[in-house]
């Protein structure tokens, strides 16, 4: 991740007012060449880079669809979808309780793997 100056470091090495360097972090957010990160930062993205800023949940409920899951279907193990999205198991675990409550997953149970309880709704747009 290559992260830019900060709005103050611009402020300061540029003798720019505090809404130009916001402005500046504006239109490159809008050109898509960087996007804001926690802690007021902000960072490149480079071309051809596209990830999914998604909620963890959002993304492994994609799963259900993508992997053509039907209601009964074992769900991949808190394991397998820390290698999947490159997360730690107990954030794996968040996500999975999230599903769990929505009620998409079975109850996690020691020694039992999750299954599908229901398929997502989708909001797609019908064109009419």
Known sequence: MTELPSASDLMRDYDVSRGVALRVFGVLREEGVAEPVPGGKWRVIRP?????????AQRMEDIIADDNLAIGAPFPSTTELSIRFGVSRPTVTKALDKLE?????????QGKQRTVQALPKRTESSES
């Open 48 to 56: 051809g880079q596209c990830i999914d800023r998604r909620p963890l």
């Open 101 to 109: 409550s929505a009620g998409l997953l079975s109850e996690a149970r």
